[in-house]
C-alpha cells in the first residue's frame, strides 16, 4: 500500500485534541508544505480544534518560513510547548503566534530544547518523565516561571521540584505526541527516509519513535521519491516502519533563503577564502577578545549574536581549522554559518542528532561556550528569553539553559549600553554619546541563566563588552580588562550606576584587537 498522500489528506488525519510534535529548526527541516495544509484545514473545516503543540526548536521564521504562524489561529491550539519561536527584528511585524501568547489566547511555556527531546525519550520509553537539574534557579525553575510564557501557562503547571537521591531535580511529568511531522531529503516507496540535501538531521528520528510507540501517526514531508530498495541502508535515519504518510513538496528549502548549498549538507568542501569576513568595527572587538580564550584542539559550542563571529576570527588569523565547533543543530566542526543560515555549518565533518548532541552539552563535555547576552544583573544572571516591550525579538531560551547548565567556561558577549555612541580607532574606543540604557541592570526581567548556581558549581564566567571584561566573583560583577581609550570610573562604573567595580588589579586589553588587520591569534 502506497504511503503517499498529498498534504490535505495527511492533516486530515490529525484529530481534535491530538498532541502534534514538529521536527523544524526555523526554516531549517521546517515541514511548512503540512504546517500550511494544517492551517488550511482548520480555516475551512474548523477541525481539528484544540491541538497540544510540541516543538523542541522553532518552525519557520518571520522572513519567508511561516511554519508555526500557518497554524496560530484560535480554536486550532490550544497549548504550544516550544525550546523557540520565530523572532526578528523591530521592523517586522509581530508573528502570530506571538500576538496569541502575549494576548494570552493559547498557553504557551518555553521549555529548554534539550530538555524538549529528553521528554520525546523518555515518553517513548515509558519511563516516569524527565528528572534533570538542567534549569535550577533559572525561569524554568518552578520556583520562578515553571516555563510559563503567559497567565494560561501558569495556570497549568508542567514542571515540579523533585527530591531524590538526596539532591533537588526538576521533574517534568511525560507528553505523549499523537502525530509526528518531520521532514527529510527522499523517501522510498517504503517511507524510509535519508537527509542528503539537509543542513542537519534534527530530532525527527527520536519524535517519530516517540509518536509511534503512543499508537500515533507520523507524517513524513520530502522533496522526492524513490523506488524501495534504492536508498543506502546506512543513509536511511528514520526507517519506513515508523512512518505512515509521505508528503511531496519539490519546492522545500535548505534555509529561509537557500534552495540548496551542497556545502552545508557536506555534499562538498568550500574553499575556506570563501567565506566572508567579520565586518571590522565594535562587534568585531568584542568577538575578538572572545577568541582569544580558545586554545588550539579545542571544542567550543556556538550561540547566536556576536559570538556567532567567534569562527570567522580564526578564519581571519589563519587556522579556520584549530576549534571544532559543535552547534546544538547537529553540525560538529567545520565554519558555522551567520544570518539565515544560522543553525548550519560548511565544511562539517559530523552531523549528529540534535537530542545526542543535548546529551553532550547537558553533560558538559565541550571546553567552553560562547553566547551573547541582552541584559545581566548584579548577580550575574543573564536574560536572553525575554523582552516584556517587544517579545518577538528574542526567540526564547533554545538551547542555552541546557548548554550553560553545566559547562565548565561560558563566554558572554554583549554591549554595556543601548545606543550609545561609540567611536572606535587604533589606539581606542571612545563613548562619544552615553546610551540610552546600561545592560548592566539591578534585576534582569528574565533569569535564563543563574549566577547563584555558577559560583555554586565553580563554573568559569566572563562577560565581554566594548568597555571590558567583566569576570563573575564571589563578590559580583569585576571589570578585569578595560578597553583601550575608555575610562574605568566613568565609562564603566558610573554607567552601570555602580554595578560593575573595577577590579585592583585591572589590566588594560591590547591594541590587536582594534587594528583591521589579524591580530595574531595562534593555537
Avoid at 534552495?259 to 568585531?284: N, T, V
Avoid at 554583549?414 to 540604557?437: C, N
Amino acid at each position: 500500500m502506497s504511503k503517499l498522500a498529498t498534504a490535505a489528506e495527511a492533516v486530515a488525519r490529525i484529530k481534535d485534541g491530538a498532541t502534534v510534535t514538529v521536527s523544524s529548526s526555523s526554516a531549517l527541516g521546517c515541514p511548512d508544505f503540512v504546517l500550511k495544509a494544517l492551517g488550511e484545514r482548520f480555516g475551512l473545516e474548523g477541525h481539528p480544534r484544540g491541538l497540544t503543540m510540541l516543538h523542541p526548536i522553532a518552525a519557520g521564521d518571520m522572513y519567508g518560513v511561516k511554519g508555526i504562524d500557518w497554524i496560530a489561529q484560535d480554536g486550532l491550539i490550544a497549548r504550544v510547548l516550544a525550546g523557540s519561536y520565530p523572532s526578528g527584528g523591530s521592523n517586522l511585524p509581530m508573528p502570530e503566534i506571538w500576538k496569541m501568547i502575549t494576548e494570552d489566547r493559547v498557553a504557551a511555556w518555553n521549555i529548554p530544547s534539550g530538555i524538549m527531546f529528553d521528554m520525546h525519550r523518555e515518553a517513548a520509553a515509558r519511563r516516569p518523565g524527565v528528572l534533570t537539574k538542567v534549569g535550577l534557579d533559572t525561569f524554568v525553575d518552578p520556583i520562578r516561571e515553571g516555563c510559563a510564557m503567559n497567565a494560561r501557562a501558569a495556570s497549568q503547571p508542567i514542571v515540579r521540584r523533585a527530591e531524590f537521591g538526596g539532591e533537588t531535580w526538576l521533574h517534568f511529568p511525560n507528553i505523549f505526541p499523537d502525530v509526528c511531522v518531520l521532514r527529510a531529503t527522499t523517501s522510498d516507496t517504503n517511507g524510509n527516509l535519508t537527509y542528503e540535501y539537509e543542513g542537519a538531521y534534527l530530532g525527527g528520528l527520536e519524535q517519530a519513535i516517540a509518536t509511534r510507540n503512543n499508537g500515533g501517526l507520523v507524517i513524513a514531508q520530502v522533496s522526492r521519491m524513490t523506488t524501495a530498495g534504492s536508498l543506502r541502508p546506512h543513509d536511511v535515519r528514520v526507517p519506513g516502519h515508523l512512518v505512515d504518510l509521505v508528503v511531496l513538496d519539490p519546492h522545500q528549502r535548505q534555509t529561509t533563503e537557500t534552495d540548496y548549498d551542497p556545502a552545508i549538507s557536506g555534499q562538498i568542501l568550500r574553499p575556506w577564502e570563501s567565506f566572508a569576513r567579520a565586518e571590522h568595527g565594535i562587534e568585531k572587538v568584542i568577538a575578538r577578545r572572545a577568541a582569544m580564550e580558545l586554545k588550539g584542539g579545542q571544542t567550543a559550542n556556538l550561540g547566536f549574536g556576536i559570538s556567532a563571529m567567534v569562527p570567522r576570527i580564526l578564519l581571519e588569523e589563519g587556522h579556520p581549522q584549530a576549534v571544532t565547533w559543535a552547534i546544538e543543530q547537529g553540525a560538529v566542526g567545520g565554519m558555522p554559518l551567520t544570518g539565515f543560515a544560522f543553525g548550519c555549518a560548511s565544511n562539517a565533518f559530523g552531523y549528529v542528532p540534535s537530542p545526542q548532541q543535548f546529551i553532550y552539552f547537558q553533560g558538559g563535555g565541550f571546553d567552553m561556550s560562547f553566547l551573547s547576552f541582552l541584559e545581566v544583573d548584579t548577580e550575574g544572571n543573564v536574560n536572553v528569553s525575554k523582552l516584556g516591550k517587544k517579545p518577538y525579538l528574542t526567540a526564547g531560551c533554545g538551547g542555552f539553559v541546557d548548554i550553560t547548565a553545566h559547562a565548565k567556561k561560558i563566554v558572554f558577549s554583549g554591549w554595556f549600553e543601548a545606543g550609545a555612541g561609540v567611536d572606535l580607532t587604533e589606539s581606542g574606543i571612545s563613548i562619544a554619546k552615553p546610551g540610552k540604557f546600561t545592560k548592566m541592570v539591578e534585576k534582569v526581567e528574565h533569569v535564563t541563566f543563574s549566577g547563584a548556581r555558577a559560583r555554586e558549581q565553580g563554573q568559569e564566567v566572563l562577560y565581554i563588552t566594548e568597555r571590558c571584561v567583566i569576570r563573575l566573583t564571589a563578590t559580583g560583577l569585576a571589570a578585569t580588562e578595560i578597553m583601550p581609550g575608555i575610562d574605568p570610573a566613568r565609562d564603566i562604573t558610573a554607567a552601570s550606576k555602580g554595578r560593575v567595580r573595577i577590579a585592583e588589579n585591572a589590566k588594560r586589553m591590547p591594541l590587536s584587537l582594534l587594528g583591521t588587520g589579524p591580530m595574531g591569534w595562534q593555537p
